[in-house]
């Protein structure tokens, strides 16, 4: 029975110091990103709809309780540019291979309101990863740099949703 006691009172004490340090998990909590409701009936223009970054800004905002619709009902209308993605090598091993890359993501955005009253111009948003290099594990690598552009991506979605976010919130 005592041992029972301090395993909960060790859990408890443990939960209640990682809530007080302001711990929590990625993606919980962004509070600057609710959205007027006015701002919630949007128009997605992009030269890539099904694209990988389209459908994550889609389904970012969406998570939001934006409704996506077409151009003439939707209250504003977020232009969306390519997903620009680079690689550069950060330093090399005793053998003269890449030990070590920086890769890059970054995309431009504008919002337009009612009008083509331009409200957001063109804005930029970037990320920027570093990782290690194998060049004895190319597979395992080219995985890893697919699971970071993947995570990039949704990190380039959130940058637009913050920035929106405080832009309207700030002008309502």
């Known amino acids: 029975m005592p041992r029972r006691f301090a395993s909960y009172t060790l859990t408890l004490g443990l939960t209640l110091l990682l809530a007080g340090c302001g711990f929590q998990l990625r993606g919980v909590g962004d509070q600057g990103t609710k959205l ?3 701002w919630k009936s949007m128009h997605l223009a992009t030269g890539n709809p099904n694209g990988e970054f389209s459908r994550e800004v889609q389904t970012r905002f969406a998570a939001q309780g934006v409704e996506w619709t077409t151009p003439k009902s939707a209250n504003y209308r977020l232009k969306l540019g390519p997903e620009r ?3 550069r090598n950060l330093s090399l091993n005793s053998e ?3 030990a070590e ?5 970054s995309a431009r955005f504008s919002v337009m309101g009612q009008g083509n ?3 957001i111009e063109d804005a930029e948003v970037t990320t920027i990863r570093q990782m290690e290099n194998d060049p004895r594990n190319v597979v395992g690598k080219a995985e890893e740099i697919r699971i970071l552009k ?3 991506r949704a990190d380039l979605a959130r940058q637009i949703m913050r ?3 405080f832009f309207a919130a700030g002008n309502t």
């Open 96 to 98: 003269a291979r890449v």
């Open 117 to 119: 009253q331009v409200l």
């Open 163 to 165: 920035r929106i976010g």
């Open 101 to 105: 890359f920086e890769l890059t993501m």
């Open 85 to 87: 993605f680079s690689q």
């Open 150 to 152: 993947s995570e990039m």
């Open 36 to 38: 007027p409701e006015e």
